[in-house]
């Protein structure tokens, strides 16, 4: 079975502020996907990353997949309160299945 | 292009009753999975469907099932209703031959059993 661990699980802060969320498993993956989920809507995708080493940017947002496709972060730089909402990374195996990590709940405060 | 609709959004259930979820993907869409979302389990796949066939199955009892019709629309069915299977459940289409399986969400359906 093939875990997704997030990191942290919660996070509380100001506005302005920088954050990184975590995305780790002992697995390697095709590809890796992240979603934010707001409250009472599914989730939506914001990037893939397919490369190891790779970075994407989305405006204040930056993604990186590890060198091995085992990991990734997702860097938020002068967080809004738009940002508020439930990150989840998920990883794709050769089998195209999909494997969600357990999310990292972000409230931004004004 | 109209997005992943599911019906109903929210649905209460005694236990023991059974319950039907609907799901039509995105136009164009054929494979169509559904995932179940609690806070303590987080997201965990449920099955998949193409071409009305089940591709894959995640780890949940007999009593979710699912069908695809040949619109691509799907349905979901739990039989047998426990308190535990009060979640939020997601549908997700997908475009098959993609470099990616990037999900497309609909909004979900919350079942409350009772």
């Known amino acids: 079975t093939q875990l997704l661990e997030q990191s942290p699980q919660f996070l509380s802060i100001q506005e302005g502020e920088n954050l990184t969320v975590y995305c780790n498993s002992s697995?390697?993956?095709?590809?890796l996907q992240w979603y934010r989920q707001e409250p009472g809507e599914g989730p939506v995708l914001l990037v893939t990353?397919?490369?190891?080493?790779e970075v994407k940017k989305l405006k204040r947002l930056t993604f990186q997949f590890g060198d091995a496709r085992k990991d990734s972060s997702l860097h938020i730089t002068a967080a809004q309160p738009g940002d508020t909402g439930l990150y989840l990374c998920?990883?794709?195996?050769?089998?195209?299945?999909?494997?969600f990590g357990g999310g990292t709940r972000l409230m931004v405060k004004p | 292009k109209a997005g992943v609709t599911q019906t109903p959004r929210y649905l209460i259930k005694t236990r023991g009753q059974q319950v039907t979820l609907s799901c039509s993907p995105i136009?164009?869409?054929?494979?169509v999975s559904w995932y179940q979302q609690t806070p303590g389990q987080g997201l965990q796949f449920l099955f998949e469907?193409?071409?009305?066939?089940?591709?894959n199955k995640g780890n949940f009892p007999g009593r979710f099932s699912g069908r695809q019709f040949s619109n691509s629309r799907s349905e979901m069915n739990v039989s047998t209703l426990e308190l535990g299977d009060s979640a939020l459940y997601l549908c997700?289409?997908?475009?098959?031959?993609?470099?990616?399986?990037?999900?497309?969400f609909g909004p979900g359906t919350r079942l409350t059993v009772l």
């Open positions: 998920a990883g794709e195996n050769a089998g195209n299945m999909l494997t």
């Open positions: 997700a289409s997908s475009i098959q031959g993609a470099a990616y399986n990037e999900q497309f």
């Open positions: 697995s390697v993956f095709s590809s």
């Open positions: 990353v397919v490369t190891g080493g």
């Open positions: 469907y193409f071409s009305e066939t089940q591709r």
């Open positions: 136009s164009g869409h054929r494979s």
